[in-house]
């Protein structure tokens, strides 16, 4: 603002003190405004003017503006990314979870193999006998203080492992509340070993066979008992990826956990094909004498199929108490246990219960009447066990099914369909076998 023509060479002796005032013009206050200052453009020229420099401050206010309107926004996009990151973590924790509990559960299923040291360690060197039958015989055992399992010692000069095979190769890969679980197995040289979760009311013969121990149940609880063997044989037939076929249904392989519930068990005479198969082809009859279906003896009454999981001996052992024996009386002519109680129901009569005062007779009607379909001789005439199922959950009793103890089911033709309540599909006879 002011052209100096010489500087003082006092200036430049820093041991003076040097003090610079600033007199006029005032331009202190332009600088506190953030503006420039300059003279009026007018006759005294003290006066001055601040203004604006474009130079200096039009890039702040450029960059300021937008800043204003951008600043919140970058926060608000900061703010979702770190969220989503944390979410993103978070649900990768989650899935992770999962997976380790998907494994953990399915290694809980897969059947574990164990050394001939860790049975005899499990079962205290054998110590505590559960049972013994031509099978092998059965150990209790502890993999823990709280879990307790039953070993079933197989018998080493019993065939050539096919049972253990099946049993193995069929229960082993599923899991179902009505159907037993192998914890394990053993196989070491000749001793084989299968260890199953311990169910502590043993066998539905027990149960069967005493009628004390009947008394325990009641029919109401027998019906229960019968529903749960029906959905665990529907399951088996429908519900795995290949259809299992048991073949050995009787009240010893039922067996029973704390609260009674049924559990289908030794799955030794078992047999796996495809569910697209109606029949299959067996070479011989292995099945218990008194649970085996007709068409097993005699390709006369059709084919073998799921139809042979024979269940109706189960119902009627159930409410009758009575083993497939004959009975009679000195009025009466000698009948097998299923045709006398068939009479009976036929004609309308009462049959005694061994059952005190337990539950609704209707019941007890309701299960013969299913077992008496169940046992039908040609397996078109026997209901599925969808169909038995829903027999069972029907508040009604169903209608009586054909005398299958007549002298018009003697011959050795074999019926191509019946009627059954609630439905019934006939066999498709498929050539495909099973005996590889």
């Known amino acids: 603002m002011f052209q100096i023509p010489s500087v003082p060479s006092a200036l430049f002796d820093f041991s003076l003190p040097l003090s610079l005032n600033w007199s006029k013009p005032t331009c202190g206050r332009c600088e506190v405004e953030g503006k420039s200052c300059r003279f009026k453009d007018n006759i005294n020229t003290q006066d001055i003017e601040c203004f604006d420099n474009p130079s200096h401050t039009g890039p702040l206010k450029k960059v300021k503006l937008p800043g204003l309107v951008l600043g919140p926004l970058l926060l608000v996009l ?252 000195e009025n009466e002519s000698e009948a097998y246990f299923p045709e006398w109680i068939y009479n009976k129901l036929e004609k309308g009569e009462d049959i005694t219960i061994e059952i005190e005062n337990k539950g609704n007779s209707m019941i007890a009607r309701k299960l013969m009447v299913v077992g008496l379909w169940c046992i039908q001789w040609y397996p078109v005439d026997r209901p599925s066990m969808k169909v038995v199922i829903q027999m069972l959950e029907a508040e009604k009793i169903p209608s009586m099914p054909r005398n299958p103890f007549g002298s018009e089911n003697e011959t050795g033709a074999v019926k191509k369909s019946a009627t059954v309540s609630g439905g019934n599909s006939e066999l498709t006879s498929i050539p495909e076998e099973l005996e590889d």
């Not at 010893?252 to 704390?258: E, G």
């Not at 559990?263 to 029949?279: N, V």
């Not at 004498?289 to 109706?312: C, H, L, M, Q, T």
């Open 78 to 329: 900061i703010a979702i990314g770190t969220y989503q990151m944390y979410r993103s973590e978070k649900l990768k924790k989650e899935d992770q979870q999962k997976i380790e509990q998907f494994l953990e559960d399915y290694k809980a299923l897969k059947p574990t193999r164990y050394a001939y040291v860790d049975i005899k360690r499990i079962t205290g060197n054998f110590s505590d006998k559960l049972g013994q039958g031509g099978y092998g015989t059965v150990y209790k055992g502890k993999l823990s203080n709280e879990v307790s399992v039953a070993a079933k010692v197989l018998n080493n000069t019993k065939g050539d492992g096919e049972d253990f095979i099946n049993e193995v190769g069929t229960i082993g890969q599923i899991h179902h509340v009505n159907v037993v679980r192998l914890v394990g197995y053993c196989a070491n040289g000749f001793r084989r070993v299968l260890v199953y979760e311990f169910l502590p009311n043993h066998s539905l013969e027990k149960f069967t066979s005493s009628k004390n121990e009947r008394n325990l149940l009641g029919l109401e609880k027998l019906h229960d008992i019968a529903l749960g063997i029906a959905k665990g044989i529907e399951y088996l037939h429908q519900g795995c990826e290949q259809r299992i076929l048991h073949f050995d249904i009787k009240p010893h392989n039922i067996l029973l956990d704390h609260n009674f519930n049924p559990k289908i068990s030794d799955f030794g005479q078992a047999k796996l094909c495809s569910k697209k198969q109606s029949a299959v082809s067996m070479t011989a009859a292995r099945e218990t004498v008194g649970y085996i279906a007709p068409e097993v003896f005699s390709r006369n009454f059709g084919k073998v199929s799921y139809k042979s999981d024979v269940y109706g001996m189960v119902l009627l052992e159930m409410v009758g108490g009575m083993k497939n024996i004959v009975v009679g009386g």
